[in-house]
């Protein structure tokens, strides 16, 4: 299974868990991880799985991952499995009621990218998954690299449109 782990990263947790979530979906000759803003040839033959993920930063994902998924070709991702997660305050550590209540109008960044993965023919393996900062810089919540992991293993066991 050749699989693509894309994701951007402003102070690295998104980074360690894209690292947990390529590490649990295969060895390094199976599974790319790439940082969204380096340079990317075509797709490959044989992509089966393409997981991306971004920090959520104003309510939305980074534009160094909305760049690459709106570079995608229309119906590039037809037949490959796709993924998406973030990086996020969780709604219940939020102090500000102003806040929550942004967050609960515009929501975090998985969302919007697996909508946009699917657009361009991706076939969804799971929901859009968020895994929990404790604050805006990181670091991440105790056990996010574990349950990373765990969500991997769920992707890679699950069938395509997210039903399990």
Same mark, same amino acid.
């Given at each position: 299974m050749k699989t693509w782990v894309i994701y951007d /990263?402003?102070?690295?947790n998104t980074e360690k868990i894209a690292q947990a979530i390529g590490a #649990? *979906?295969? /060895?390094?000759?199976?599974?790319?991880?790439?940082?969204?803003?380096?340079?990317?040839? #075509? *797709?490959?033959e044989g992509l089966s799985m393409m997981v991306v993920g971004s920090p959520t930063r104003g309510f939305r994902q980074s534009n160094a991952v909305r760049d690459f998924v709106k570079?995608?070709?229309?119906?590039?991702?037809?037949?490959?499995?796709?993924?998406?997660?973030?990086t996020r305050i969780a709604l219940e550590d939020l102090d500000s009621a102003i806040g929550r209540f942004f967050v609960g109008r515009f929501g975090y960044a998985a969302k919007p990218i697996a909508v946009s993965l699917v657009k361009k023919g991706g076939e969804l393996a799971a929901p859009p998954e968020g895994f929990r900062v404790a604050?805006?810089?990181g670091p991440l919540k105790d056990g996010e690299l574990e349950r990373a992991a765990a969500w991997a293993n769920q992707l890679k066991a699950a069938p395509a449109n997210g039903k399990n």
């Open positions: /990263s402003f102070f690295g #649990a *979906l295969g /060895s390094p000759e199976e599974v790319s991880i790439v940082r969204a803003t380096t340079p990317t040839p #075509a *797709l490959p570079g995608l070709p229309d119906g590039s991702l037809k037949g490959i499995r796709v993924a998406a997660f973030d604050a805006s810089e």
